[in-house]
């Protein structure tokens, strides 16, 4: 297909279409010089595409709300149902402020550099088995497990049950072609971790499986 015929194919941005999934690079480039406030008639959301429209809309919370979630799925859900998460993602000010002064206590620069040999740690651990090797899958292997590996460490959550998370989290936002809900499978790893975090709370965890 030449260049012409290309870019005059008709603008669609569909977030869950293998033409994303396979790399929306090209595509976002169109969007931002032809359509850079796109409404989606197929999936009935809006979506902005240049970098000053997404930063004047994160400091306008008043219009644009997280109060219907962060996924696609939960736009027509009632917000006092997304109440009900009780995520932060999830809330505007000014409960959101609230939340945000609190981890802010904790998450000090000091303590987050307190956290440096943790990190250091971890990363050596994931790094060590490819010393003599060929190759290896940077996102499989390296930085997919890590993120969770660290945080995971700081919730308490038991070695072994470490990596049980991403997976829930991987299969939860897992969407099929075409599909903005989650599948059967996605919707049980989301009640499954939903249940899993009380009792890590109260030291159950380790017992539990």
């Known amino acids: 297909m030449s260049d012409v015929a290309v870019s005059e ?3 669609e941005f569909d977030p869950f279409s293998d033409e994303y999934f396979n790399g929306a690079y ?3 480039r169109r969007l931002r010089d032809q359509s850079p406030v796109y409404f989606s008639e197929k999936y009935g959301f809006w979506a902005l595409f240049r970098h000053e429209d997404v930063c004047a809309a994160h ?3 008043q219009t644009f709300s997280s109060s219907h979630g962060v996924d696609l799925s939960t736009l027509n859900t009632d917000p006092e149902v997304i109440k009900m998460y009780r995520s932060i993602i999830m809330m505007d000010p000014p409960e959101h402020d609230r939340l945000r002064g609190l981890v802010s206590r904790v998450f000090t620069p000091r303590a987050v550099g307190a956290l440096e ?3 250091r740690e ?5 790094l060590a088995p490819f010393d003599d090797a060929d ?6 292997d390296f930085s997919g497990p ?3 590996e660290i945080i995971s460490r700081m919730l308490g959550v038991p070695e072994g049950e470490r990596q049980q998370i991403r997976h829930w989290l991987d299969i939860s936002l897992h969407r099929e072609p075409g599909q903005m809900d989650p599948t059967p499978e996605g919707i049980q790893a989301g009640m499954d971790g939903g249940i899993y975090w009380p009792r890590v709370g109260r030291g159950e ?4 499986r």
């Open 9 to 11: 194919a008709p603008l």
């Open 26 to 28: 090209d595509l976002y």
């Open 59 to 61: 400091k306008d919370w």
């Open 117 to 119: 040999p943790m990190v």
């Open 122 to 126: 971890v990363i050596q651990s994931y």
């Open 135 to 140: 190759s290896f899958d940077a996102v499989a």
């Open 146 to 148: 890590f993120p969770v």
């Open 205 to 208: 965890a380790a017992e539990s």
